[in-house]
């Protein structure tokens, strides 16, 4: 009997430590929403709001600045997510992931997308590359 109240109670601890861990983490995983923060690149503030579904609201004295603004929040909510699609458009998921991935990325790499996006570059002007 004492065996099973000591195998419980030490089950319960870990389980409690298990779980504060892995709220903390998970918390401390989220991206900032409230303070401010300083851009490059802004010629005047941008105000981001969230709504209480976590929709973003961005306000700005002009679309340049507005889009800089979805870009941040973008980066914000979705990092993970646009590194893993360019690393896979590139060829290059083998380097977060390992052997793997590996057929993928060499057949991505001879579909020749990351080429074709760098070679399309030249065709714009510098401000639209800059937004």
């Known amino acids: 009997m004492k065996k099973i109240l000591l195998t419980l109670t030490i089950f319960g601890l870990l389980t409690v430590v298990v779980a504060s861990a892995t709220d903390f983490w998970l918390r401390t995983s989220l991206p900032v929403t409230d303070g401010q923060?300083?851009?490059?690149?802004?010629?005047?503030?941008?105000?981001?709001?969230?709504?209480?579904?976590?929709?973003?609201?961005?306000?700005g004295e002009s679309q340049t600045d507005v889009y800089l603004g979805l870009g941040f929040v973008h980066a914000q909510d979705r990092m993970w997510q646009m590194e893993t699609a360019r690393r896979a458009g590139a060829g290059r998921l083998s380097e977060i992931f390992g052997k793997p991935?590996?057929?993928?990325?060499?057949?991505?790499?001879?579909?020749?997308?990351?080429?074709?996006?760098?070679?399309?570059?030249?065709?714009?002007?510098?401000?639209?590359?800059?937004?």
């Open 37 to 59: 923060i300083t851009l490059d690149g802004l010629t005047a503030p941008v105000t981001v709001t969230r709504d209480v579904y976590g929709i973003p609201h961005i306000k």
């Open 101 to 131: 991935t590996l057929n993928a990325d060499k057949y991505l790499r001879g579909l020749g997308f990351y080429h074709a996006a760098e070679a399309s570059l030249h065709h714009y002007d510098i401000a639209s590359r800059a937004r």
